[in-house]
Structure formats: C-alpha cells, structure tokens
C-alpha cells in the first residue's frame, strides 16, 4: 500500500509526511523546499482483537498501544505542484513518476488562504483553485504516459487481437491501472471508433477517467488551525460535495509526536485527548492548550483519519488477521495476532490464503473463524477485521 502526498508547495506536505513518520524531513516556509523525494512508513489504525479475546498482541510489524493496532502503509512525500507542472513549471511533474505506484493521493491543501497557486505568500487566497489546477495537472500527467505510447501500443493489440482491457491494464501496470477500472471506464465512455483511431481528445478523456480510478484522492484540509481555516475549509466542502475532505493540522499532530516521543505526554496518533505527563515549559503549555481545543473542536488533528480514510473509506481496504492457531490466536512461534494485512475489499478466503503465501493458496483446504471456530470455505468474503486460519492439505 502506498499513499502519496501530493499538493502545491508549502502546504505542509513535509510536515504530514514528518508526523505520520517521524522521519527526519526539511520544513520550511518558502516553496520547493523538497526537493528530493521522501519515502517512509507511516500507519494506519485499527481497532485490535486482543483486546477481546483478553490477550496482548506481539505484532511483527508496526505496533500496538492499548489494543489500537498500528499497521504500516507506504508514505511518499513529493516536491510541490505548480500549474504548468506537466510543462515543465516550476520543478515539472517528475516527482509524479516517483509516484506511478501510488494507490491512492492524498492532496493536501492549504486552507490557510495565505500562499498563492505557487506557493508564494499572499492574502485570501481561493482555496478551491487548488483543487481544480492539481487535478488539471494530474491528469496531464496521465494524458501525456497514454498519449506517448498509444497509436503503436493499440494498434498491436488489435493485430494481435487482445483482450483490449487487459491489454491496457498490462500496459499500464506501472500506473497501478487495473482490468476492472479499464472495463469500467470502457463501458462508460462507449466509444465506437476502434482505439487505435481514438481521437486526441477521445484518448484524453479515456486518460482522465483512468486516472480518477487509479489514482483516487483525498483531500486533506491543512492548516485548519489557522485564522481562515475553517471558513476556507467550509468554502472546499460545500464546492466539493463529492470530495473526501478532512480537515487537518499536521503541524499539531508533529507537534504531539515529538511531545509523545520526549515523554512529556502520553498522545495515540488519532486520539481526541493527551495527558501530560513532563515537566512543560510555559511555551510548551500554551502551545498544548491551542491544540487541546483544536482535537476537541475537530476530534482529532486529522492526520491519522486522512490516511485511515484513504485506506478504508476511499480504497475500501480491510484489515485481517491471520493466526496458526483459531484457538489460540497464535503464530507456529506462539506471538499472538502477529500480523494484521490490508486486502481490497471483496477479497476472499482463498485471496487471503494466496496472500499469506503461494504454497498456502494452492494446499487450501478451508479457512476457520477464530471468533465462531466455524469452517469457512475458500470463496468466503472477508470482512474488516476477521481473525483467521487457513488450513491446508
Ligand atoms: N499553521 C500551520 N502551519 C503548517 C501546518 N503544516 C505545515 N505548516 C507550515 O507550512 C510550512 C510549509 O511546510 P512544509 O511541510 O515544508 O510544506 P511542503 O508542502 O512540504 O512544501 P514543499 O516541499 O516546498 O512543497 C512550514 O512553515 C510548516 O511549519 C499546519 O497544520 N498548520
Ligand atoms: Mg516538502
């Protein structure tokens, strides 16, 4: 799973991608901070099972903290975007290539209204700009990768009488495009012309909807803890009806993260509340005191619930368990729960089996619920947070 971090510049990519990672990362104000690519593992949470079946987990990766288990997902923060971008602006769209890869987007946007397209400091900036010139450029982005390849690439598979789908999404593997998102795509646009003769903007408007699917986005609101945040965060829900927009405060959740690290309070990333639990300097408390308003105003920083949503709202991903032992929720080593995957939804027992491993997948025999104990048959659809086991021949 990877999730980039995409935005105009000095919008806080830097800071998400710090607090979500606690890697060490340049922050500054002026635009184009960034400009080398970050890569690290940042996490999504998930309501644990020990806590029901009265155990302690030992997770094998990411961790655990009072039965809110932390399950690591890719983070890849980028230079910042400019209009013109797929032109070569400002530093271009290369860092978008970084992000072929990429599930899903997170856009962050600056509600601040204080920075321009560019990134450069100005005054009640129209936030929703930023949207339609990011998703502009993302689609250029997409555009001019079919465009480059496209005459050749379909007149092959026409020769060669492919399956046009499939033929796509092989193609475009590298994009993360898949079959189902072609077919879908396909069927919506209906076309009749043959695509090798597909118009330029036929061609383009096929790239677009490919990318929408491809490349699904969230909006993270940043910066909501300032002056105009909340009103430009308003302006973007009620323009954007059908956006998922989250509205955040990275720089409070790093601020949290590094207390929580230097123990000066106890803080579990998406939580409403920290305790105090150091000695803090005057500056220290009054900086806790603004952002204990800003969690109880917004239930949150909004840090850990832009990446949870892209996972399990957007992506529709499900968190599941694997055990050895449905009686003892145990590895072949004894670790209890000590793991815990993401699979698309509408994945089965048998996906899941494949998922463990090759060998697990083709020697199934059947899957038990660690819950019920009951069998569940390979083309059992999992659900968020089933604890199972596989058997095999
Ligand atoms: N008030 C406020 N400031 C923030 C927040 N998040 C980031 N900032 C500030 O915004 C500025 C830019 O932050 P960066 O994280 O470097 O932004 P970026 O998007 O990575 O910028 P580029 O790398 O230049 O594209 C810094 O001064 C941050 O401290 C936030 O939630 N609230
Ligand atoms: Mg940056």
């Known amino acids: 799973m990877l999730i980039g971090l995409v935005g105009k510049p000095s919008v806080g990519k830097s800071t998400f991608f710090k607090a979500a990672t606690l890697a060490e990362v340049e922050i500054a104000s002026y635009p184009f901070t960034t400009i080398k690519a970050n890569a690290g593992i940042g996490y999504v949470r998930v309501e644990c099972i020990d806590k029901e079946f009265n155990m302690d987990c030992k997770p094998n990766h990411g961790f655990c903290i009072n039965s809110n288990r932390f399950v690591p997902v890719e983070l890849m923060d980028v230079a910042g975007l400019v209009p013109g971008a797929s032109e070569g602006k400002g530093l271009g769209n290369q860092f978008l290539d970084e992000l072929r890869q990429a599930d899903v987007f997170v856009h962050l946007v600056d509600v601040s209204g204080t920075l321009d397209v560019e990134g450069k400091p100005t005054e009640n900036h129209d936030v929703c700009k930023d949207i339609e010139f990011l998703e ?15 005459k050749s690439f379909a007149r ?52 677009i909807e490919l990318r ?29 009806p059908d956006l998922m927009i989250v509205p955040c405060s990275a720089d409070s959740e790093l ?44 239930g949150g920083t909004g840090v850990q619930e832009v990446l949870n949503m892209a996972v ?73 947070r089933d604890v199972l086991e596989i058997v095999t021949r």
């Open 255 to 298: 601020a949290l993260r590094e207390a929580a690290k230097s123990e000066l309070i106890e803080y579990i990333p998406g939580d409403d509340f920290f305790k105090v639990k150091g000695e803090l300097s005057d500056k220290q408390k009054s900086a806790l005191e603004n952002i204990k308003k800003l969690l109880k105003k917004y």
């Open 156 to 207: 092959k598979a026409e020769i060669e009488d492919m399956k046009f789908s499939e033929a796509v999404a092989k193609q475009f593997s590298g994009l993360k495009v898949n079959e189902n998102s072609v077919k879908d795509v396909l069927l919506n646009l209906n076309f009749s012309e043959k695509p090798s003769n597909w118009t330029e903007e036929q061609l383009k408007e096929f790239a």
């Open 212 to 240: 929408k699917k491809s490349k699904p986005m969230i909006i993270a609101a940043n910066k909501i803890d300032t002056e105009n945040g909340e009103k430009n965060y308003n302006k973007l829900i009620e323009k954007f």
């Open 312 to 384: 399990f709202n957007l992506l529709e991903y499900l968190a599941v368990f694997p055990v050895d032992s449905a009686n003892k929720l145990t590895d072949s080593k004894g670790n209890i729960l000590p793991d815990c995957f993401l699979l698309p939804s509408g994945s089965t027992a048998l996906d899941f089996a494949f998922h463990l491993h090759t060998d697990f997948g083709n020697n199934f025999i059947k899957a038990i619920d660690a819950r019920t104990k009951r069998a569940l048959g390979k083309n059992y659809e999992l659900k968020h």
């Open 136 to 150: 502009d450029e993302l689609n250029k982005w997409f555009y001019n990768i079919f465009m480059k390849v496209w």
